[in-house]
């Protein structure tokens, strides 16, 4: 096991793992006074800058909104489902978005993947800095277009919610219960599909 500093859902990895990637993962409880300021959010984008790419094109794009701003209202209005009830804790709305057609108008046929690469250096960051974040996928990404102006080579792929971590958020059912729950994985054995074992 390796232990979480905030004591908070510490995992059971099945071989030692790097503490910051055993720490991370995507709480709904974050704390409604805990506010992001330009440095902490330019350090999270910057992960993002630097994550791998196919051929080095660098497909990520994002659309930011910090609480108590228009931008975070007008990407938390695009938000669906069980997200509503949560996602405006968060200090930061991040709209991941994939460039999917470069300057010539060409498929990037790698662009959404190499988007995820992005979103994931993005949260080991938040964590790495004491920060939590929970990325969605349960958003209109039409209602994102839209309302950002976005044109046909720009596709959005998920709303990431970034912040400090609240230990006692007060989060309504089923939220409470999934936020206190041990966290789980598929057996590494289940995964590789060759059959190769440790």
Request: charged letters at 20%.
């Amino acid at each position: 096991m390796t232990a979480d500093p905030r004591g908070v859902k510490a995992p059971q990895t099945s071989v030692p793992i790097a503490d910051v990637l055993a720490r991370r993962w995507s709480p709904r409880g974050f704390d409604v006074a805990a506010e992001l300021d330009a440095a902490q959010v330019a350090a999270l984008l910057e992960a993002g800058r630097w994550a791998p790419s196919a051929a080095n094109s660098q497909p990520w794009r994002f659309l930011v909104g910090l609480r108590g701003t228009a931008d975070f209202d007008l990407i938390y209005g695009c938000l669906t489902g069980g997200n509503l009830a949560w996602a405006n804790r968060a200090s930061a709305l991040i709209v991941m978005v994939a460039q999917v057609l470069d300057d010539q108008g060409n498929p990037r046929q790698w662009a959404e993947y190499d988007t995820g690469q992005a979103a994931a250096a993005i949260s080991v960051q938040a964590e790495s800095m004491g920060l939590s974040a929970h990325q969605m996928g349960g958003f209109d990404r039409q209602q994102v277009v839209e309302r950002f102006g976005l044109d046909d080579a720009l596709r959005p792929m998920a709303v990431m919610a970034v912040g400090a971590l609240d230990p006692e958020p007060g989060l309504p059912e089923p939220f409470a219960t999934r936020e206190a729950a041990p966290r789980q994985r598929i057996a590494l054995a289940d995964l590789v599909l060759n059959g190769w074992q440790p």
